[in-house]
């Protein structure tokens, strides 16, 4: 038999700090634990269920996972510790000393339902229950609910979301999506609805970060593509995109893109500030930063997408954004 721990009495390991009843021995958190758990001849099994385990990786010095891994594998007191997370990466974020304590088991648990249920889901998450405070409104909202599970566009939505995952949390942000459009004026659902907020979810966020930048850093994007197309994915510098930038300047438009260099630099840090370039890995942080190895985090396809709906973007930079990508 297990013996359960009521998380109230634990609540000091989750914090790191020792409990100030008099019973509980002042000391380090290891001998606490120890303490408090027992020996193997005082003792009978415990079993520690961590729940969103990915965020303790996230507490200074990961005490607690240290701690209960290190009892655990040293067999002075019988301790099992199971950790649930959603996270396929989570042994990424624990430390060489827990990791090495830790058994490496790792069960991955995925649904299997079917679409026949996953559609079941959708219809008991938007169905209002029978007592409702509004019983007309809630039986209207129900039947239109009903019509709508039945719908051959809100069928397909829902089949694209299951194909791509199975995850009910994003069949409830698809949902939370929907209904944020309800109002005043449309307060029932329809199957447009589901197909805007499908649409919205889907939405490529890097392309839509292109869409807010200045005429400047979309022609620095279109240079870093231009040599990552001649050079065949190879990492590039500031300077390399910055003579690619001068080269269209002078063959283009001399007088309207002439920026002076700091000028352009920002710009090119902004870029690396929103993420769609970044540092090439395991070089020297000391190399400067006109010459540091980057790499484009974008594609051809969103680069397209991005000017096709960037608002009065220049015929030559697109002209230039066309011969750089054919």
């Known amino acids: 038999m297990f013996r359960p721990i009521h998380l109230q009495n634990f609540y000091f390991y989750f914090t790191g700090k020792l409990c100030r009843k008099p019973f509980f021995p002042t000391g380090s958190f290891k001998k606490s634990t120890v303490f408090f758990l027992g020996d193997r001849t005082s003792s009978c099994p415990v079993m520690f269920i961590l729940d969103e385990f990915d965020l303790f990786a996230h507490h200074k010095n990961q005490t607690l996972l240290y701690n209960l891994f290190d009892i655990a594998q040293s067999a002075q007191t019988p301790v099992a510790v199971i950790g649930l997370t959603c996270r396929l990466d989570v042994m990424e974020l624990l430390e060489k000393r827990v990791k090495s304590r830790f058994s490496h088991r790792q069960i991955h648990l995925l649904n299997s339902f079917s679409f026949s249920q996953y559609l079941e889901m959708f219809q008991n998450q938007l169905s209002l229950p029978p007592d409702f405070p509004d019983s007309r409104f809630g039986g209207e909202w129900n039947k239109n609910i009903e019509s709508l599970t039945g719908n051959k566009t809100v069928e397909e939505v829902l089949q694209k979301l299951f194909n791509s995952t199975k995850d009910v949390r994003s069949l409830h942000m698809l949902l939370l999506l929907t209904l944020c459009r309800i109002n005043a004026s449309h307060p029932q659902l329809n199957a447009g609805d589901f197909l805007e907020a499908f649409k919205l979810r889907s939405m490529d966020s890097k392309a839509n970060l292109l869409h807010g930048l200045s005429v400047l850093e979309l022609c620095l994007?279109?240079?870093?593509?231009?040599?990552?197309?001649?050079?065949?994915?190879?990492?590039?510098?500031?300077?390399?995109?910055?003579?690619?930038?001068?080269?269209?300047?002078?063959?283009?438009?001399?007088?309207?893109?002439?920026?002076?260099?700091?000028?352009?630099?920002?710009?090119?840090?902004?870029?690396?500030?929103?993420?769609?370039?970044?540092?090439?890995?395991?070089?020297?942080?000391?190399?400067?930063?006109?010459?540091r190895l980057m790499k484009l985090l974008l594609d051809n396809t969103q680069i397209t997408e991005a000017l096709q709906k960037y608002p009065n973007c220049p015929t030559d930079v697109k002209q230039w954004a066309v011969s750089s990508l054919s």
């Open 221 to 291: 994007i279109i240079a870093m593509k231009h040599l990552h197309d001649i050079y065949d994915g190879e990492p590039f510098n500031f300077q390399m995109v910055h003579n690619e930038f001068q080269k269209f300047v002078q063959r283009k438009a001399h007088s309207v893109y002439n920026f002076e260099t700091p000028i352009v630099m920002k710009a090119f840090e902004h870029l690396h500030q929103l993420e769609l370039i970044k540092p090439m890995e395991g070089l020297s942080v000391r190399a400067q930063k006109e010459y």
